[in-house]
């Protein structure tokens, strides 16, 4: 799989230093806010503006519940039996009303949650499979670790994360300037003083100690994404595990991946002892310092003309400002362990973010294309510059590999246009399949200009990969892909046309299997199709799509010669043009005239003479036909 070398590569961070609380944090942070709470009025700027109506009533509720002590003290020190039923009747209605205050605020975080993971989520999507940005991830970065991983494990822990601690965030500056002038009006000066300094305190302590736990965290994630890669790369290749006898080796290499996670997982848990240590002891420190504070006016004598009472009272109401003061400060502080996985995540994420949108910045500045389109009822429309029977216009290529930069391709020059097959062959590793990702427009040239003059799909050109790619679905989304449901003839005509189409390919007998063209199935395809059924319903898909132009990288390398020159026959009395990638000589013979490119052992590539052969709608006796009426029904044609 492309994305093996990707997890390999993950921890090239090496020479930099680890993400950490700085202005990058806040930088990165700020622009996932701006995905999150995207336009208005957005559901999630919606229900953010709902919760903090709920947070602010909650804590208007909380505030009259907390002077019920108070209340009480006064009404049993008077022996008030009818004060103190109304006091419990009230007490009674608060208590309901800040339970449910509570409640509706834990649903608008969840709701928050999903809607916050679906914004971030369709987000990133939107930017991963736009153009070719998926491949350029997975293949040719080096410095984005698990894709994957950051996409659907650390959106979904950030976002809920977030959410968990979002009512307490955008409450709290309401509930700090509200409960720092009642400390004042009770203590003076010096209660919101000694309590600011406490939390500056605090703040410091904490700051130093999340910071290491950032970068660890970091770490860790990048070790889980190996590890669950390790176990995928058995699921999906356990087939060729098993002949290798592969379980012993395979069970080392998956318990090291293991054991180097639980280490940071140790390092990281150690790290976080000191942290905790320090949130506790500030929790702690917080219940007596309330204490300490109304105790100066106290021994001072300020209330020496207060009864015991009255005292008392006075007492439980100041302690409850200052107190809830104070432990509005030890909820930031609590919160953390919390924000350090918050800003792991956010580092995780926000790097993927600007991977991508650089990705989609990018413009090759010696490859274009036309206009891409799988529309098949779309009509071509305006005047090309160049002939439209050209599809790749190639000057003076040169390719080198992207990673290393070993020379592959110098100087190439090539037209392939409609009706001239070409087939380019060579020793292995002379850049026969490279040459075929820059028509494709994976790769960059080093140098020269690469000019696709048609488009993708069935009005354009198609590519058979050497390892065929099947999407989750039924057997009709398998010969259709990448098409959409939408179909250029629906019903029982296109049911003929594909159920022919799988006879022509050799899979007669895979439609009995599946059920039928639209039975959902729940296998993986690779584990049900061999080698040969795959390159067998690849090219199935292709007889179905019809382009004018197909791209072949031994797409038959798994078939017999036999069966391999019926698919290229059927595929030529369709009306394709081939651009043919392979070893076998046999593939010549089926070939209908053109050029075939060599790659030399030395990288450089030398364009052949032409070959005699039959152009393009004449038959093998020089008698002019219509390929899509020899053997073809019409009606299997567009």
């Known amino acids: 799989m492309a994305g093996g070398s990707c997890r390999a590569r993950g921890a090239g961070a090496g020479g930099r230093a680890g993400p950490r609380l700085d202005g990058l944090f806040v930088r990165r942070f700020l622009r996932l806010q701006a995905v999150l709470l995207l336009g208005w009025p957005s559901p999630g700027a919606l229900m953010f503006l709902t919760l903090l109506g709920v947070a602010l009533l909650e804590q208007l509720a909380i505030y009259q519940v907390g002077l019920i002590p108070s209340r009480y003290y006064e009404v049993l020190g008077n022996k008030d039996l009818s004060g103190f039923k109304t006091l419990t009747a009230v007490c009674l209605a608060l208590i309901v009303v800040s339970s449910t205050l509570k409640s509706f605020d834990q649903f608008i975080c969840n709701m928050l949650y999903v809607s916050w993971r679906k914004s971030l989520t369709e987000y990133l999507h939107s930017c991963y499979f736009q153009g070719q940005a998926y491949y350029s991830l997975h293949v040719l970065r080096e410095d984005i670790d698990n894709p994957d991983q950051r996409i659907s494990q650390d959106v979904e822990k950030f976002c809920r994360q977030l959410s968990s601690v979002a009512s307490k965030l955008i409450v709290s500056p309401f509930t700090l300037a509200y409960y720092t002038y009642q400390c004042f009006h009770s203590t003076g000066w010096l209660g919101p003083v000694s309590i600011f300094g406490y939390f500056l305190i605090g703040t410091i302590i904490n700051k130093v100690l999340m910071s290491p736990i950032v970068s660890k965290l970091v770490q860790q994630e990048k070790l889980e994404g190996d590890f669950r890669f390790k176990h995928m790369q058995i699921r999906v290749n356990a087939e060729q595990a098993a002949f290798y006898r592969a379980g012993r080796v395979e069970h080392m290499r998956t318990d090291r991946r293991l054991q180097s996670l639980?280490?940071?997982?140790?390092?990281?848990?150690?790290?976080?002892?000191?942290?905790?240590?320090?949130?506790?002891?500030?929790?702690?420190?917080?219940?007596?310092?309330?204490?300490?504070?109304?105790?100066?006016?106290?021994?001072?004598?300020?209330?020496?003309?207060?009864?015991?009472?009255?005292?008392?009272?006075?007492?439980?109401?100041?302690?409850?400002?200052?107190?809830?003061?104070?432990?509005?400060?030890?909820?930031?502080?609590?919160?953390?362990?919390?924000?350090?996985?918050?800003?792991?995540?956010?580092h995780r994420i926000g790097e993927l973010q600007e991977s991508l949108l650089s990705l989609g910045r990018k413009k090759s500045g010696n490859y274009s294309e036309a206009k891409a389109s799988w529309d098949l009822d779309g009509s071509d429309s305006g005047e090309d510059p160049e002939p439209r029977d050209t599809a790749f216009l190639l000057e003076q290529v040169t390719l080198s590999v992207p990673s290393s930069g070993k020379l592959l391709i110098k100087d190439l020059s090539l037209r392939i246009s409609q009706g001239n097959s070409v087939?380019?062959?060579?020793?292995?590793?002379?850049?026969?399949?490279?040459?075929?990702?820059?028509?494709?427009?994976?790769?960059?040239?080093?140098?020269?200009?690469?000019?696709?003059?048609?488009?993708?799909?069935?009005?354009?050109?198609v590519f058979l990969p050497q390892r065929p790619f099947f999407t989750?679905?039924?057997?009709?989304?398998?010969?259709?892909?990448?098409?959409?449901?939408?179909?250029?003839?629906?019903?029982?005509?296109?049911?003929?046309?594909?159920?022919?189409?799988?006879?022509?390919?050799?899979?007669?007998?895979?439609?009995?299997?599946?059920?039928?063209?639209?039975?959902?199935?729940?296998?993986?395809?690779?584990?049900?199709?061999?080698?040969?059924?795959?390159?067998?319903?690849?090219f199935a898909r292709l007889f179905y799509l019809q382009p004018k132009y197909?791209?072949?990288?031994?797409?038959?390398?798994?078939?017999?010669?036999?069966?391999?020159?019926?698919?290229?026959?059927?595929?030529?009395?369709?009306?394709?043009?081939?651009?043919?990638?392979?070893?076998?000589?046999?593939?010549?013979?089926?070939?209908?005239?053109?050029?075939?490119?060599?790659?030399?052992?030395?990288?450089?590539?030398?364009?052949?003479?032409?070959v005699p052969g039959e152009q393009r709608g004449v038959t093998e006796a020089g008698e002019p036909h219509c390929a899509r009426h020899r053997d073809i029904p019409q009606s299997l044609c567009y």
């Open 550 to 610: 197909a791209v072949l990288d031994e797409a038959t390398s798994a078939l017999t010669e036999e069966v391999e020159h019926e698919l290229y026959r059927v595929c030529l009395q369709l009306g394709m043009t081939l651009i043919s990638v392979g070893h076998r000589a046999s593939l010549q013979k089926v070939r209908r005239g053109g050029s075939t490119p060599c790659l030399p052992g030395g990288g450089k590539t030398e364009e052949a003479e032409k």
């Open 262 to 346: 639980l280490q940071t997982q140790r390092e990281l848990i150690g790290k976080e002892l000191w942290l905790y240590i320090g949130i506790n002891t500030f929790d702690y420190l917080g219940s007596i310092l309330s204490y300490v504070v109304i105790a100066i006016p106290i021994f001072s004598g300020v209330y020496s003309d207060l009864s015991p009472t009255e005292l008392s009272a006075l007492v439980s109401k100041n302690t409850f400002v200052s107190m809830y003061l104070i432990n509005c400060f030890s909820q930031l502080i609590d919160l953390s362990s919390t924000m350090t996985d918050v800003a792991g995540y956010t």
């Open 472 to 538: 989750d679905g039924s057997l009709r989304e398998q010969v259709i892909y990448p098409l959409k449901e939408i179909y250029p003839v629906s019903g029982s005509a296109d049911d003929e046309r594909i159920v022919r189409f799988l006879e022509l390919a050799g899979l007669a007998d895979l439609l009995k299997r599946t059920g039928g063209l639209d039975e959902q199935v729940d296998w993986n395809w690779y584990d049900i199709l061999s080698p040969g059924e795959m390159q067998r319903l690849s």
């Open 423 to 461: 087939m380019i062959v060579g020793n292995t590793g002379t850049g026969k399949t490279s040459l075929l990702r820059v028509l494709g427009g994976l790769w960059e040239s080093t140098r020269g200009s690469i000019k696709m003059l048609t488009c993708f799909g069935p009005r354009g050109v």
